[in-house]
């Protein structure tokens, strides 16, 4: 449900736009409320479930989700719509670090494997799923439909994880709950996200008070994380030179291929006429991909080392993003689109579970789930900055997207910075992986 919405909603913005009237910066921010929240909350709501009970607060989620959802499909505004995917992030904060959690406590060790298997396929799938389901949606229906559909399927989820899956909770000692760490957190990301939209709808003011805002409670986050004796985000982790690689490499590849993507989608609708569906299809193949040669090179990694795979791939990705700068229509998808969709996929692929692993790999198995928990909230930081940034460095606001000439040319130059901040993350892999990280935990 979450994967499926999550891919779904970029090939519906264009609609979503065009019927809600909205700018640029509206767009930009019906991501970004979901990713917001959600960047923001994952760890705490992680937390929470090993206290409470983690059954009990996935179900929470999903059932927050499937309600805020309904208010998504039927909001009129873009303003409506956006609060409504800020409340969907914080379902999503809920539910998410859950999943894993309820698998590796409900099976027996033997199984285990196999189901975190089945997950990663589905989540997959989803991937697979959602552009192509999404589209079809919006031009058989209504972009609506992409929200409403969650509600039949968070109906199901709580009828059978309530009937057939096992409570489990954490049961260790329970510190308190970093609730300030948490705030600032959130209020950091969310200023800065404000600040880099809005000077690029209007400037002002406003924006250099956010800004202002962002620093300060940035800086407050990292002293709060540093002296409170039960941190949300433990600064010892960072000490680790591969792990805060890891990390950085992170950033950079999940923030390329968030901008990356929300241009391609515009470019493929607003320029070269796809329709919805179309436009899900045209990236079929690289998702495609990823989910079928994913497994094959977190082997490759465990076997040769993971520091190749995580230089190589993202320059991969970066090659296949210079091939797409060119779209324009002026030749059939198999020579102007396919080409770079592949490159990107091949080089997605390289990068994906080699990074996870050399994250998990680099920290103590103590705060192995806090671990994987902080990487998973970089990636969504890493998105949500770039799609708040990206539109503003090349020079697209208000009704630009409509504007085939104006989006060509902030389509151009997007991609290009995308291709680099591949390639950056390409380099400090190269910089900060050794490979004997995989070796060392695994013993």
Do not use: K
């Amino acid at each position: 449900m979450a994967f499926l919405d999550a891919t779904a909603v970029q090939v519906a913005l264009p609609t979503i736009g065009r019927d809600l009237g909205a700018s640029l910066s509206d767009l930009q921010w019906i991501i970004n409320g979901y990713t917001l929240p959600l960047a923001a909350l994952i760890l705490l709501g992680g937390s929470l479930g090993d206290r409470y009970g983690r059954r009990r607060v996935f179900l929470v989620g999903v059932a927050w989700f499937a309600a805020a959802s309904l208010l998504c499909g039927l909001a009129q505004t873009p303003g409506q719509l956006i609060a409504a995917r800020a409340l969907q992030g914080v379902g999503g904060a809920l539910l998410t670090p859950g999943s894993l959690a309820l698998i590796q406590a409900s099976f027996r060790p033997d199984d285990r494997a196999p189901a975190i298997g089945v997950w990663s396929s589905l989540s997959g799938v989803a991937g697979l799923v959602g552009p192509f389901l999404g589209g079809a949606l919006i031009d058989l229906a209504s972009w609506r439909l992409v929200f409403l559909l969650n509600v039949p399927l968070a109906a199901v989820v709580v009828v059978v994880a309530g009937r057939h899956v096992p409570e489990s909770r954490d049961p260790g000692p329970h510190g308190r709950f970093d609730v300030a760490g948490a705030v600032l957190g959130a209020v950091a990301l969310g200023a800065l996200t404000y600040a880099l939209i809005t000077a690029g709808a209007r400037g002002g003011t406003d924006v250099v008070a956010a800004a202002v805002v962002a620093v300060v409670t940035g800086v407050l986050f990292v002293a709060r994380e540093r002296w409170t004796a039960e941190p949300m985000l433990p600064p010892r982790l960072f000490a680790d030179r591969q792990f805060t690689g890891a990390n950085l490499a992170t950033l950079a590849v999940y923030g390329a291929l968030g901008g990356s993507s929300l241009f391609i989608v515009l470019q493929l609708q607003e320029v070269l006429g796809y329709g919805a569906t179309a436009a899900g299809a045209a990236t079929l193949p690289t998702i495609l991909l990823i989910t079928l040669l994913s497994p094959r090179a977190g082997a490759l990694a465990t076997r040769i080392g993971p520091r190749l795979p995580m230089t190589l791939g993202p320059l991969v990705t970066a090659a296949g993003t210079l091939l797409l700068v060119g779209l324009d229509g002026s030749s059939p998808y198999w020579l102007e689109v396919l080409p770079g969709a592949v490159l990107q996929g091949l080089g997605m692929a390289l990068t994906v579970a080699p990074l996870t692993a050399s994250v998990l790999g680099a920290a103590p198995d103590a705060l192995a789930g806090v671990a994987s928990g902080v990487n998973n909230a970089v990636a969504r930081a890493a998105s949500l900055l770039t799609i708040a940034a990206l539109p503003v460095a090349v020079g697209l606001s208000g009704a630009d997207y409509a504007d085939p000439e104006a989006l060509t040319d902030g389509y151009r130059a997007a991609m290009v910075l995308c291709a680099g901040l591949f390639a950056v993350g390409g380099a400090v892999a190269w910089a900060t992986i050794r490979n004997d990280v995989l070796r060392a935990s695994s013993h």
